[in-house]
């Protein structure tokens, strides 16, 4: 199978996005390890194929795989990227919607940032001690479209990211399905840093969309931090996270920033 495939990255986060209006194409697990492999495919953090809304819920719909061949729910960086990837294709203007595994996200491009709508986050859990290998450490957690543990770290560049990532990642605390974990540093009033172990990927990526929105709206719950905050994240990118809250509860949680092409190609699989 010949496959054409575009290449984009959101703040670092990179994805092979493919044309499935058709609904010819049916990746399995190999095919898609293959196109994410940095050396014997194209390179990529994800797969995005684009199809038919089959709910009648939103304009599009997405099928969206982790690295290792995983479907995933939910990606912020992969939802910007798709935003202007469907823009591209179907010289669409304005705002649209597709649907996810997390549910309904609206997207709305300005140039080359876009602003995608997440989903309501839940399940927030405050202060919950965890025993790792270097002790006892106090983590958060909030589902963000998926789960994400958050840690404060006093210097982000310094935090031990694959060594404990890894170890958060698959810790019985949060099984079964496992968690995304992010390292957080606070830079002071509306800005933090953001460092995240994927799980999917099995590794640190250069950004992380649901888990800076996730890393953003802890701080602003334990730190009083306010709309937007500000996020800085290893690519060197900024993003930014806007939200609503009420009684303890947020909404309109939004995520903007960069969203690239780098390439278009064809690949035999």
């Known amino acids: 199978m010949v496959l054409e495939f575009t290449k984009m990255n959101g703040a670092g986060n990179d994805f092979v996005l493919i044309d499935n209006r058709t609904q010819k194409v049916k990746l399995n697990t190999y095919q898609v390890t293959r196109l994410c492999h940095r050396q014997m495919g194209v390179g990529a953090d994800g797969v995005i194929l684009l199809v038919p809304c089959a709910s009648g819920r939103a304009d599009w719909a997405w099928e969206f795989f982790n690295n290792d061949g995983s479907a995933a729910e939910m990606c912020g960086n992969g939802a910007r990227c798709f935003g202007r990837f469907v823009q591209k294709l179907t010289g669409k203007d304005g705002d649209f919607t597709f649907e996810t595994g997390a549910g309904v996200i609206r997207a709305s491009l300005h140039g080359d940032r876009v602003t995608v709508s997440l989903t309501k986050p839940g399940e927030l859990r405050l202060n919950e001690a ?5 002790g006892c450490q106090s983590i958060h957690s909030l589902n963000t479209g998926v789960p994400h543990a958050v840690l404060f770290v006093p210097d982000a560049e310094q935090a031990m ?10 810790h019985a605390h949060f099984a079964p399905k496992g968690t995304n974990v992010n390292f957080v540093q606070r830079l002071g009033p509306g800005a933090i840093r953001v460092r995240t172990y994927e799980r999917g990927v099995e590794a640190e990526t250069l950004a992380c969309g649901t888990g800076v929105t996730a890393s953003a709206l802890v701080a602003a719950t334990l730190h009083k931090y306010e709309s937007p905050v500000r996020v800085h994240v290893k ?10 809250r009420n009684n303890g509860e947020f909404s309109d949680v939004r995520l903007s920033g960069p969203a690239d092409f780098v390439f278009e190609g064809r690949i035999n699989l």
């Open 130 to 134: 965890v025993e790792l290998s270097i």
């Open 161 to 170: 990211v694959q060594q404990l990532g890894q170890e958060v990642r698959r």
């Open 235 to 244: 690519s060197g990118d900024q993003l930014e996270v806007s939200f609503r």
